[in-house]
């Protein structure tokens, strides 16, 4: 049997640091405290109610996850966060409107005490908001400070031993790569200059990174995944992961893409549209926030479906993504996906599916697992891109030199050998010769 890593265990309380309390922080944490309470049960959490199959078929050792890792404990995790609005949480999660006010009031006293820390915040990368709690400072390295002393503070106040970041503010403007991003010297000259090219989410991840604190982003844009902060990561040995959380239409396309293609079954159109009437939906309202959410989104089917390689089956495929701001379904999204498919001889299908989602419902538990999966990454020694939690994110980081990997079946075969690695078990290849031999 391979050796097991060292893992440090979870002793102690794990701060969670988030950034933006909005709809998906709010029903995250309102959420993990009426499961604390017995009020609900963490479904879509795989920490929490996830299977492993260790060893072969005929062992029937399938424990769960939670017990073959040392994770964070549900009672150990401490909220904290910033936003550009002052309201504490409770009000926040009663402003987003996703659960249930009979709910909200059962958690009400631990909501009420969470009130955000004022938030770096520059308007000219999300368009469509603006609010009170922003901090001031001359430089962009002055307002990172700024974030690392909240940080210290925090720990310091709740007697934490370890924290996580996740981004879950809103969607910054779309951005590209550019020379301030290519070293951590170029980049820390950046900040000094206040260049335009470093946007809030970055200012957050350089102070959690020079912390040494995991992070992770779960939004669209560009923040952690630059090589300045892979680097600096490398050196505070901080895990990363990211980005976009792979929700409700992602989803669901990363189920099916995978599975017309393993039938070799071909796709000439694929038109996606959503409606959405969150505070999420108005800020991708704005056609530059709106950029950045497309790029996540479309890239998916390309690496799925692998035109280059079949271009009888893909190569004209014509992939569409919308998402309209429509207020009245509040955080309720209906998504809307046609698809138009080619069998045998080249006869056309078509494939339609609605879902009516509520994307905070399916964000949360993934929150929970990335904060808890980072955690136990950083006491397992791992630093950087952490591939294995491709698995939550619908535009997976990954080494410049690899293609990400979209498939969702794969990405979850990845997690689990990651897990059976950590504990030194047998990777499971699926090849299953032994049990015929
Ligand atoms: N819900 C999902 O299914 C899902 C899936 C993938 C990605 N996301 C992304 O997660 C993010 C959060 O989604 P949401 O539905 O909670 O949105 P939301 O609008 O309800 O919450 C975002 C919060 O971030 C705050 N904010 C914005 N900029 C900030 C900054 N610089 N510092 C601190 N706070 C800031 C806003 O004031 C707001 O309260 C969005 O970027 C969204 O695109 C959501």
Known sequence: MPTPVDIAPARGRLGVLLVGLGAVSTTFIAGVIAIRKGLAKPIGSLTQMGHIRLGKRTEGRSPMISEVVPLAGLDDLVFGGWDIFSEDCYSAAK??????PALLEKVRPELEKIRPWPAVFDQHYVKRLDGPNVKKGKTKRDLAEQVMADIQKFKKDNDLDRLVMIWAGSTEIYMTESEVHQSMASFERGLEANDPAIPPSMVYAYAAIREGIPYANAAPNLSADIPALVELASHTKSPLAGKDMKTGQTLIKTIIAPGLKARLLGVTGWYSTNILGNRDGEVLDDPESFKTKE????????????????????????HVVRINYYPPRGDN???????????WLGYPMQLKINFLCRDSILAAPIVLDVALFLDLAKRAGMSGIQEWLSFYFKAPVHAPNLYPEHDLFIQLMKLKNTLRY??????????????YD
């Open 95 to 100: 402003t987003a409107g996703v659960l249930e």
């Open 295 to 318: 790029e996540t989104k479309k890239s998916a089917l390309d690496y799925i479906f692998q035109p280059h390689l079949y271009p009888d089956l893909y190569k004209d495929l014509c």
């Open 333 to 343: 999204k209906e998504g809307w996906d046609n698809i138009d498919l080619v069998g």
């Open 422 to 435: 950590f504990k030194g078990e047998d990777l499971i290849t699926h090849l299953g010769r032994e049990y």
